[in-house]
T-cell receptor, first 114, second 115 residues
Framework: AQSVSQHNHHVILSEAASLELGCNYS??????LFWYVQYPGQHLQLLLK??????LVKGIKGFEAEFIKSKFSFNLRKPSVQWSDTAEYFC????????????FGSGTRLQVQP | GAGVSQSPSNKVTEKGKDVELRCDPI?????LYWYRQSLGQGLEFLIY????????KSGLPSDRFSAERTGGSVSTLTIQRTQQEDSAVYLC?????????????FGPGTRLLVL
């Protein structure tokens, strides 16, 4: 079955620290990859997405992610986090050969301490 | 413009009762999705509608769950004979088309608690 793994369930960082959240997906052919964020009390919103081309994708609020096909990974990064980045982050994938719906990872809760 | 809206925002019901959850997608969006977010299962796909095509029901956990989409717009998710394990946040999303690269925009969710 198609699946997405996020190995970091809860991450605590101090402001200005660098962030990397891991995401791995199961093989299933050509994929589209997404990172969504859910701020406290708010609904899911898109941070960035990858379809093809440059494997380094830049999103909103200074986030970026790198697609490494050989590792089936799509890790999210930010060089310097802020307190306002405290949120839950979800990696998701759609497969060209599968259904249109997103398959989500279990999420990573990021807590940034001022 | 307006985003995806869902109602009610919270619903408390007794085990065995039926509930209906409503989703208003972004105007003009032809694809509509229902997901469920629960502590034990994370975010799971439930059902997907695209235009007038038959819905993809492959994510529905049991035959107690059903959904319809009237007039290609508003959708209702119905859970019959609710069970405690149905307690979760039910999320609706819409996208401009069924193209696989389309971004799905999520609503605020309905938090369902089954006592």
């Amino acid at each position: 079955a198609q699946s997405v793994s996020q190995h970091n369930h809860h991450v605590i960082l101090s402001e200005a620290a660098s962030l990397e959240l891991g995401c791995n997906y199961s093989y299933g052919g050509t994929v589209n990859l997404f990172w969504y964020v859910q701020y406290p009390g708010q609904h899911l919103q898109l941070l960035l997405k990858y379809f093809s081309g440059d494997p380094l994708v830049k999103g909103i609020k200074g986030f970026e992610a790198e697609f490494i096909k050989s590792k089936f990974s799509f890790n999210l990064r930010k060089p310097s986090v802020q307190w306002s980045d405290t949120a839950e982050y979800f990696c998701a994938v759609t497969y060209y050969t599968g259904r249109r719906a997103l398959t989500f990872g279990s999420g990573t809760r990021l807590q940034v301490q001022p | 413009g307006a985003g995806v809206s869902q109602s009610p925002s919270n619903k408390v019901t007794e085990k065995g009762k039926d509930v209906e959850l409503r989703c208003d997608p972004i105007s003009g969006h032809t694809a509509l999705y229902w997901y469920r977010q629960s502590l034990g299962q994370g975010l799971e796909f439930l059902i997907y509608f695209q235009g007038n095509s038959a819905p993809d029901k492959s994510g529905l956990p049991s035959d107690r769950f059903s959904a319809e989409r009237t007039g290609g717009s508003v959708s209702t998710l119905t859970i019959q004979r609710t069970q405690q394990e149905d307690s979760a946040v039910y999320l609706c999303a819409s996208s401009a088309s069924a193209q696989i690269r389309e971004t799905q925009y999520f609503g605020p969710g309905t938090r369902l608690l089954v006592l």
